[in-house]
């Protein structure tokens, strides 16, 4: 059975730091494409970024520059590191893996931007 465990997620002031980790399990985790996506109440999920088994990235135009995603294939685990975090990021973080026409989801963490 497939598993992804988020954690990570918070009570945050704007402009502050969290990094969200994502542990997979019952996976051949190196050859999955892995990902976050979020979803905001009353919106649709969206991606906020991609890492391919090799390492490339790809993040959505509203992240770039502030968020890092990376992945410690040793620990069957990838990460979200976010900065300069805004109000509009507050949001469900979802992991997402990835193989072919497969994916699976996490369960979700909840981040909140707030003063």
């Known amino acids: 059975q497939v598993l992804l465990v988020e954690s990570g997620g918070g009570l945050v002031q704007p402009g502050g730091s969290l990094r969200l980790s994502c542990l997979g399990s019952?996976?051949?985790?190196?050859?999955?494409?892995m990902g976050w996506y979020r979803q905001a109440p009353g919106k649709e999920r969206e991606l906020v970024a991609t890492i391919t088994h090799g390492g490339l990235t790809n993040y959505a135009d509203s992240v770039k520059g502030r968020f890092t995603i990376s992945r410690d294939n040793a620990k069957n685990t990838v990460y979200l590191q976010m900065n300069s975090l805004k109000p509009d990021d507050t949001a469900v973080y979802y992991c997402n893996g990835e193989l072919g026409s497969v994916g699976y989801w996490g369960q979700g963490t909840q981040v909140t931007v707030s003063s």
């Open positions: 019952g996976m051949r985790f190196t050859i999955f494409r």
